[in-house]
């Protein structure tokens, strides 16, 4: 009878602690999913980067922000379409006057919109 209650108690255990840790596991999973940085010990992804050809239609130092009228941009399934960016350093705006063409790269940034982390006037 002890034999009994000793397998009823672990089998109970197992049914309480294999969900969760399979839950756990299946969350540590979705962590590292993506290319998002992962601060978890030594692993790493690398942020995507797209790359973008426009024209600029305004730009705000202050806020570090251009409007960029843009071609389509494959990987994102997007359309030509005109898209405020935030940049990455204001210094990238320097030089650079509304109505120039330009190539940039830009990033998804931690909160859901895009980052732009290279802009350069586009070759004639």
Same mark, same amino acid.
């Given at each position: 009878?002890?034999?009994?209650?000793?397998?009823?108690?672990?089998?109970?255990?197992? *049914?309480?602690?294999? &969900?969760?840790?399979?839950?756990?596991g299946?969350? /540590?999973? @979705?962590?590292?999913?993506?290319?998002? +940085?992962?601060?978890?010990?030594?692993?790493?992804?690398?942020?995507?980067?797209?790359?973008?050809?426009g024209?600029?239609?305004?730009?705000?130092?202050?806020?570090?922000?251009?409007?960029?009228?843009?071609?389509?941009?494959? *990987?994102?399934?997007w &359309?030509?379409?005109?898209?405020?960016?935030?940049? /990455?350093? @204001?210094?990238?705006?320097?030089?650079? +006057?509304?109505?120039?063409?330009v190539?940039?790269?830009?990033?998804?940034?931690?909160?859901?919109?895009?980052?732009?982390?290279?802009?350069?006037?586009?070759?004639?």
């Amino acid at each position: 009878m002890k034999h009994f209650y000793l397998t009823l108690i672990l089998l109970c255990f197992s *049914a309480i602690t294999l &969900p969760a840790q399979a839950a756990m596991g299946d969350m /540590q999973g @979705k962590a590292t999913m993506g290319n998002a +940085k992962n601060t978890g010990a030594g692993q790493t992804a690398k942020t995507q980067i797209f790359l973008g050809h426009g024209k600029i239609n305004s730009l705000n130092l202050e806020a570090r922000t251009a409007n960029v009228a843009m071609g389509p941009v494959k *990987a994102l399934g997007w &359309p030509s379409m005109s898209m405020n960016f935030v940049v /990455q350093d @204001k210094t990238l705006l320097n030089g650079l +006057k509304t109505g120039e063409i330009v190539s940039f790269d830009f990033a998804k940034n931690t909160i859901g919109g895009y980052v732009i982390t290279r802009i350069t006037p586009a070759a004639p």
